[in-house]
T-cell receptor
Framework: GAVVSQHPSWVICKSGTSVKIECRSLDFQATTMFWYRQFPKQSLMLMATSNEGSKATYEQGVEKDKFLINHASLTLSTLTVTSAHPEDSSFYIC??????????????FGPGTRLLVL | KNQVEQSPQSLIILEGKNCTLQCNYTVSPFSNLRWYKQDTGRGPVSLTIMTFSENTKSNGRYTATLDADTKQSSLHITASQLSDSASYICVVSATSGTYKYIFGTGTRLKVLA
C-alpha cells in the first residue's frame, strides 16, 4: 500500500516551453502533497506543500509563478514548470501524506521525474 | 538552526561486509527520525522510523539505532549485497505541527563484488 506514481518519468524540452509533471497517490487519499527538487549528489529540497483544494505554500526562494502547483483532488497534484530554462533541469520528486496535519506523519515518495531543458 | 548531518559522505565496501552509517541532528523539538534508501534516479523508500522512546529498529538486514540524548542515529547494514548500493538519507521531523522533513545530505554507498 501507499504507492505514489509520477508521470512522466523523464522529459526533455526546449528552453521557453512549459512542462507539467503529475503526481498521483494510487491507493490512498493524499490530503497533503509535497514537491521536492534534487540536484546531483545533493539532498532533496522542499519546493512547496499543497493541500487539496487550497493554494500551495511555497518555500522561501521558490518562485510561485514559475512553479505552478495544483492539487485539485485527493489523488492528484501537478507541478508545471513554466517557461523552463536550462537551470531548471533537475530531478523533481513528489510525496504524499494522508493526514491533515498530524505531527511526524509519513510521507510516501514518488519515483521522481527527470527534467532536462535544452 | 535545525540541521541533519551524515557521515561518511560516501563509502565503498565489499559484498558480504557490514557497514554503519552515522547521522547527527540538531533538530528541536524532536519528533521522529527516519532512514530512507534512494536508488539512483528513483524516489526515496522508507527503511525505518523511530520516535523519541525507541532505541533500535530493524528491517531485515537494516538496523537503526537512536540516542535521543546525544542526538545521534546510526544505520547498520549486515551482510551487504550489491543491491544495497544507493544513497541512504537520514530524515528528522520536528514537533512543529507541520509535516516538514529535515533531510540529511545522505551517504552514498557502493557495494563491490
Amino acid at each position: 500500500g501507499a504507492v505514489v506514481s509520477q508521470h512522466p518519468s523523464w522529459v526533455i524540452c526546449k528552453s521557453g516551453t512549459s512542462v507539467k509533471i503529475e503526481c498521483r497517490s494510487l491507493d490512498f487519499q493524499a490530503t497533503t502533497m509535497f514537491w521536492y527538487r534534487q540536484f546531483p549528489k545533493q539532498s532533496l529540497m522542499l519546493m512547496a506543500t499543497s493541500n487539496e483544494g487550497s493554494k500551495a505554500t511555497y518555500e522561501q526562494g521558490v518562485e510561485k509563478d514559475k512553479f505552478l502547483i495544483n492539487h485539485a483532488s485527493l489523488t492528484l497534484s501537478t507541478l508545471t514548470v513554466t517557461s523552463a530554462h536550462p537551470e531548471d533541469s533537475s530531478f523533481y520528486i513528489c510525496s504524499a501524506a494522508s493526514g491533515a496535519g498530524a505531527i511526524g506523519e509519513t510521507q510516501y515518495f514518488g519515483p521522481g521525474t527527470r527534467l532536462l531543458v535544452l | 538552526k535545525n540541521q541533519v548531518e551524515q557521515s561518511p559522505q560516501s563509502l565503498i565496501i565489499l559484498e558480504g561486509k557490514n557497514c554503519t552509517l552515522q547521522c547527527n541532528y540538531t533538530v528541536s523539538p524532536f519528533s521522529n527520525l527516519r532512514w530512507y534508501k534512494q536508488d539512483t534516479g528513483r524516489g526515496p523508500v522508507s527503511l525505518t522510523i523511530m520516535t523519541f522512546s525507541e532505541n533500535t529498529k530493524s528491517n531485515g538486514r537494516y538496523t537503526a539505532t537512536l540516542d535521543a540524548d546525544t542526538k545521534q542515529s546510526s544505520l547498520h547494514i549486515t551482510a551487504s549485497q550489491l543491491s544495497d548500493s544507493a544513497s541512504y538519507i537520514c530524515v528528522v521531523s520536528a514537533t512543529s505541527g507541520t509535516y516538514k522533513y529535515i533531510f540529511g545530505t545522505g551517504t552514498r554507498l557502493k557495494v563491490l563484488a
